[in-house]
């Protein structure tokens, strides 16, 4: 399937920004499964510094704020060539060792009520089968919602809130696959609604790595492996790994984002 996106973020401020640094990770790379036709960032209010590949091979762009700037835009859009893989990514990639991955973060660290949830799996069955069941398990404790206020729930806080949205699933799924004894990371990209072009935002999901298969998705928000519908973009060990926008600022302005998306197929 041939995908197109357009994927727009727009900040403004009450105030000039003396100084501003935003990473990005918004350009998606050539791989199994995955072929990018064409991509191209443009940058109002700002400038691209540097280009570099981080620890987890994804693709990072460093932009600066023009000084006294007030607006800043970053405006992706590309054309990407996708198959359905069943989810299967293939072997580890990057720079870092695969037993990074059963590392637990600030967001994955296992707690009471993720060791409950491990517990309550059934034993035995295919690791595949295995990880497909704990993503039912975890999408009906915590069902689907946008009612979800905070970004960055850790995952004993998402069990406890009882919904969340992509990235809370993500973050719950890495915690238990890791608990497990699976290595797991967070993904962020795109996924194409069957129903709509205008995306309410990007994507999130999670990947465990399985022995024979390597790395393999699992979108526990829509109970299924990722197929033609999804473009990767950056992993890392949690959503601050994969982040496609983080950064700071100095000075005193309040500011205010707004996102547009659309991914449809061409």
Known sequence: MRLTVQHKTHYTYDAPVPYGLQQIRLRPKSRPGQQVVDWQIEVKGGQVEVSFEDEHANS???????????????????????????GVVGPQGGF???????????????????????????????????????????????????????????????????HGVCQDHAHVFITAARLMGYPARYVS??????????QAASHAW???????????????????????????????????????????????AAEEMSVSLQVQQQ
């Open 60 to 86: 990072v762009d460093l932009v600066s704020f023009d000084p006294g700037e007030t607006r800043i835009e970053i405006t992706c859009r590309g054309t990407v060539d996708a198959e359905d893989r069943a």
């Open 96 to 162: 870092v060792p695969l037993w990074l991955f059963q590392r637990s973060t600030a967001l994955t660290h296992p707690g009471p009520q993720i060791k409950a949830l491990v517990d309550a799996m059934p034993e035995g069955g295919a690791a595949v089968e295995r990880l497909h069941m704990l993503s039912a398990h975890i999408l009906e404790a915590v069902p689907y919602s946008t009612d979800q206020a905070a970004s960055d729930l850790k995952a004993e806080e998402v069990l406890s809130a009882g």
């Open 206 to 252: 999670a990947e465990a790595h399985v022995p024979d298969l390597g790395w393999v998705g699992f979108d526990v928000s829509n109970g299924y492996s990722p197929d033609a519908r999804y473009v990767r973009v950056a992993t890392g060990l949690d959503y601050r790994g994969a982040a496609p926008i983080s950064g700071l600022r100095y000075g005193q």
């Open 189 to 198: 990209g795109y996924l194409k609604m069957d129903d709509r072009v205008e």
